[in-house]
Structures are given as C-alpha cells and as structure tokens.
C-alpha cells in the first residue's frame, strides 16, 4: 500500500505567501496561461516563456532551453504580424476535450481569428526547510487532475496524494506543499515548423562573433 500525505487547509494559505513573480505568472487556467506568456514576452522572461510549452511539443522538436534563449529572438522576428496580434488577443471561446486535458482557445484580435492549443500538465511541488534554512525542492507530475486529489468540506481543504517509488518530499521539514494545474502551449505561432536548431546555431555564432542579431 503506497505512502500518503495529507494535508489540510493548505491551498488557501499557499495562495497569500507565494513571491509576487508566481503570482504574476500563472498557468492554473487556459486564461491565465495565455495573460502570463502575454507579460512574459514583453518583459523578456524567457524562462517562463520556456517552462510554459508543453512537455510533449519540446520532446517532439528536441528543445531544451539553450536552444530555445539562442533561437527565441529570431522566432518572434520571424512571427512579428503574429505575435503582435497575440500579444493583443482576448480568449473568445475555450473548447476542452472529453477527458479534460486538452484546451482548443479561440484567440479574437483586432477582428482577426486565431487559435493555440494547450495541454495539462498537472503537478505537485514540496518545498522543505533542510535545517539551515536552505530550501530543497521537489517537483513530480500527477497521473490525475487536480480535483482528484483534493476534498472541500466542513470549512478545510484536504489534498490526499498517494506517493510512489522516488516521489517522496524532500528531506527536511515541509514549508510549502501544493497541486497545481499547469496549462502548457502544444501549439502557438507555428512554433513546430520553425527550426530553433538552426536559429540557435546562427545566434551562437553571432553570439561567438561579438555580432548583435538583426532587429
């Protein structure tokens, strides 16, 4: 029989400590996914911009962040009308699959049209105090939704998650503990026919060369 933890009132609580850049950024819903990556592309926060494309699309175009920060500046030029319009759109209409785990968003812009797709990406997180007030984080995906693992009755918030093999908190005392759903892009701006292998090689070299990249 697996290990469990349960944890109760936690959820609310978490909300009013978190650091003001998680409050910021956020991909609980398909809505806020859409509004973070909007402010993390103006503000150049390439790591969330990063860490907001699903797991499947950057093991599908082999992407790891090295090649996503060379090659990103020159995908935006590349999707300048695009990305314009994205930067501006409003979500018109959320369409989910059966099983929940997918989102169609229909984008509207300036009397345009246009449409991304996420997917989710459901996880629990643990931060644990070792001690000597250093932080250990531990970070696993969820085989369920969110709701499955989480009860509302009687004034409390109850999460019972079941903990396999190599899924166990940190060592140390638990100071932060949550599930959360993360809605990640699989498709935006055509971003799977852009070659970032390419992009990034050119931004080495330029990078190498002491060259600026072309506005």
């Not at 090659?71 to 930067?87: I, K, N, P």
Request: aromatic share 8%; net charge negative.
């Amino acid at each position: 029989m697996p290990a469990r933890t349960t944890l109760a009132a936690l959820i609310l609580a978490f909300a009013s400590c978190r650091s003001a850049d998680v409050a910021e950024y956020s991909l609980a819903t398909p809505e806020q996914a859409l509004r973070s990556f909007q402010r993390a592309n103006v503000a150049d926060n390439y790591e969330f911009e990063f860490r907001s494309l699903a797991s499947r699309l950057k093991t599908e175009m082999d992407l790891s962040y090295n090649t996503y920060t060379l090659g990103r500046d020159s995908f935006m030029r590349q999707h300048r009308r695009e990305l314009a319009l994205f930067l501006e759109s409003d979500i018109a209409r959320v369409e989910y699959s059966p099983d929940g785990t997918t989102a169609r968003v229909e984008l509207a812009a300036e009397g345009q049209v246009g449409e991304i797709v996420l997917v989710n990406e459901p996880f629990c997180e643990w931060v644990a105090d070792d001690g000597a007030g250093r932080a250990i984080t531990r970070k696993v995906g969820l085989d369920r939704d969110v709701p499955a693992y989480v009860s509302v009755s009687d004034g409390r918030t109850v999460v019972d998650v079941p903990l396999g093999g190599g899924d166990e908190p940190p060592p140390g005392r638990i100071a932060e503990f949550r599930v959360a759903r993360a809605w990640k892009f699989l498709e935006l701006l055509g971003i799977r026919e852009f070659r970032f292998d390419e992009a990034a090689a050119e931004g080495e070299r330029r990078k190498g060369a002491g060259g600026k990249a072309e506005p």
